[in-house]
């Protein structure tokens, strides 16, 4: 499938199911590749999380599947149509911590876990409604699999953060599960920083992939300035999902992450501590470096 002169031992490799607020922005599309592209990364399946809360002109109960249908242009400009299972995730977040919503991505998250091989990540790019209601749902996975969350703020304050404010109830539930969990809070994920001028030399020439990678993040930076966003700036983004593969890839370990009793999220996205939780994992950095020239190194071997 891919053009590289080197081989990963099938020890090395580990289970993952990407879990991707697809159409939200434009920086899932290139973590999305990025995850299919690396081969230590036995993808199984492509939950397509929701956004509802930042709706756009998807409606409220639109965003999940504005996702599905991202995933699969994604995967059909890799030439990759109809080689990974793409689910449908819940339309919207939970209404409270004890009730699950029963989606096509939540009973597929429940049936990996179950299964018997090599080590299981969820690696959550967005809102964890379906991970949480996974958890609700079967709770015998909570120690069957690792979630990998791109969200919540700094500690150990915490504050107004995207991907939390998606679903607080969600976030609660996987705090106090008994999964391990792997945090990369908002000011850590915001330093895989590019700019367009390197994307346009790096991703566009790279087939039909680059050119809708490159063109989409353009055409939504036009879309932010429109409506008044503050953010992107003008000429920089941040790909911070790909901090999903940084964690997955890293050689720092240990020193990369703090150890920290997992807190509860208040109604005003703070943290509140001492709840008695198991301890999870908050990185504190990330090879920035590493993972955006492998993303790119990627990139050109296969598409350029």
Partial sequence: MWNYEYTVPDNKKVRVIVHTDCKNEADDQFALAHHLMTPRFDVKGIVAGHFCKNPQNYGDEGTAKASYDEILKVLDLMGLEGQYPVLMGAAVGMKDEETPIDSEGARFIIEEAMKEDKPLYVACQGAVTDVASALLMKPEIAERMTIIWIGGGDYPKGGVEFNLAMDIHAVNVIFSSKAPLWQIPMSLYKVMAV??????????????????????????NQFAAKYGMVWPHGEIWGLGDQGTIAVLMEELEKVSYDLVPAPRVAEDMTYIHEQGNREIRVYKCLDARLTLEDFFAKLAINFG
Avoid: T
Avoid at 198 to 216: A, D, S
């Fill in 195 to 220: 700019s367009l001028a390197e994307l346009q030399m790096k991703v566009r020439p790279c087939g039909q992939i680059g050119e809708y990678l490159f063109r989409q993040m353009v055409e939504f």
